[in-house]
């Protein structure tokens, strides 16, 4: 059995009762929602109950109308006000008196009937079938079967869009991580169940814990790429909540995936080696967890004259490759990331770890940048070879005055 | 007669292929020693200013010129991105862990990347290290490490002042600078143009040397050998305050 409720101008309103009702909901039009309601005696009684239960939840104004497929139910929600229950194999009789226009036929089909006298649903129910079909084709004969209340089509119902979210209300408050990613083990596997049913993976997760003194804990972990799989998941945030414990015991837990669709990769014998994006994503979390999240990335040069300026960005496999081909073999420099404040007299050079008299060298060059800014920086360097058989990069300061060695040639 | 060729399939069976070897683009090293081994460890070794990270550079350019990723695990934080991304570094392609002069971190690291899998060439600075320190790493844990990249495509490199996998390593590599270019006369303004350094293998006890030259970087323009300002004169207002 379907029901169909019908309100002019209530927006989503009925869409929205007919959810409450039903898992099978299809909105018609933007008036008209059809509901299929096999099921609902158990809980409401007779079909009569059941369109009283509809009327009373929906709160406005509505035209119910109930019948054994959605075409009459329809039909009989558009052209009669209140309730309706059409008797399964009376349909017919029932719909006779409404107008031909509910059926909205092409315009040449109504002016076709419309010169022919005929204007109800009776009317063209009693024209034979035969006549009908040679004379307006097909389109004929669908407008016919509606108008005597027989319709074969399935309901099309709308898909609530998907929420990959699981929460969880804990029995007594939880202080401790093990007990906790228990429950977050079994949250996810729920979460990771559906992206996988629909054929999808997470992009992102995040974690809200409800803390005991009210407050809220909550964690976001942005993937490289989509992925599914539970367990990585579960280490990602067990790692993630150990750098970043919550500040009291957690009472309740909320988790959330963002939905993406999977990385698809083509593999080939030829293609070179590169780390599995998940395997990936653990290890660096892992490894985070250890030398401190700031300390490990892809380097990045900034457009700057100021000598060994980078900044860090996260490291990924699945970034654009530039394309740069290996050139002959360069002087590498290793730098004191602390530049070694020296001393220089004559032709001595001392610092921690540095000691000897310049054998060669090459300078001044001056530089000096950023004078627009607080930071200003400008420095006289000089490259020289040392007694101890050392190749350092020395400067002066020229704001100080004050002696560095900033590294070494290797 | 049977039993011979039957010896000799035995022997073919049981052999252990060669490692397939990783060039460093640099002519002369590749031609006397032809790379360094994948799925090993290799040692390089040697003083301050001996050519060892000049070496590594190059390594890591030509892996990553291959489209491999490089991770280099650095415990002195020495690693230069600007002398990286000249020695041809795809800098994208390489990850960089700073573990500010904590060795243990280092190997705790490294270990994680070769569990991990997937790179062209982990690197394990420990260059800046003081050897002392340096040699408290346990043989246990080279054997680990030894372990952990064997019948891998992963070459895994370390850079010292001495020789520390010792047995744990497949090749090891001793550095020594040999000569220093410099253009222009003495006294008056020069410029570090390149320099030599000289590669010798000393495990496997295969005599062997490689010399190879590493140029001074002069692509940022403003290092000449005209110096645009007076040595002398710089060098005495220095001096002077």
Redesign the interface.
Known sequence: MFACMHASGAGARPLACAQDFSLQVEPTDADTVILDIDGLGNLFGTVHEIAHAIARRAGFPVNIAIASNPDAAFHAARGFTGISILPQGDEAKFLASLPLTLLSPAEEIEETLARWGIRTFRDLDALPDLGVAARLGEEGVRLQKLACGESSRRLRPVEAPPRFEETMELEYPVDLLEPLMFVLGRLLGDVCARLEERALAAIELRLCLQLENAGEHARAIRLPVPMRSARVFLKLLELDLEKHPPAAPIVRVTLAAEPAKPRVTQNGLFI?????PE??E??LA??AA??GEG???????LDTHL??A?R??S?G?S?Q?????????????????QPLAAK?Q?SFVSAPGVRGKIV????????SGDWWTLSAWAR?EW?V?LSD????RIY?DANT?R?FIE???? | MAAAILQTIHLKLHARPDAELMP???PGFDAVLGGIPRGSVTDIFG????????????LM??A??????CAVVDA?????????????????????????G?AE?AL??TD??L??????LVAMDL??IAPETARRISLASWYRLRRAVENT??ALVVVERTPLARACATLALECA?SR?Q?S?A?GC????R??TFAAERRKPMRPASAV??????LDNG??SEQ???S?ER??TA??Q?
């Open positions: 070179p080696l590169a780390p599995e395997k990936l653990l290890t892992r490894i250890v030398v300390n490990m990335g892809s380097p990045e040069l000598p060994g980078f860090m960005r490291f496999t970034r490759w530039a394309g740069k081909s290996a050139g002959p073999a360069t002087l590498a420099f290793r730098v004191f990331r220089v004559g060669r060298q090459a300078g001044p060059w001056r530089t006289d490259d070879e058989g050392g190749l350092y002066c005055g002696w590294g070494s040639y290797d | 460093s683009g640099i003083p301050a200013s001996s050519g060892r990270t000049s070496l590594l550079l190059a350019a030509q990553t010129a291959r489209e491999e990723f002195s934080d020495a690693f230069d991105p600007t002398s990286a991304a000249a020695a041809g570094i795809a800098l994208e392609r390489l990850l960089w862990i700073r573990t500010g904590n971190h705790k690291a994680l990347l569990q991990a899998g997937g790179f062209g260059g800046d495509p992963t600078r220093i410099w222009g003495p303004s020069q410029l570090l390149s320099v190879f030259e590493a140029q001074e970087r403003w290092r110096a645009p300002l040595r710089v060098m220095h001096l305050r």
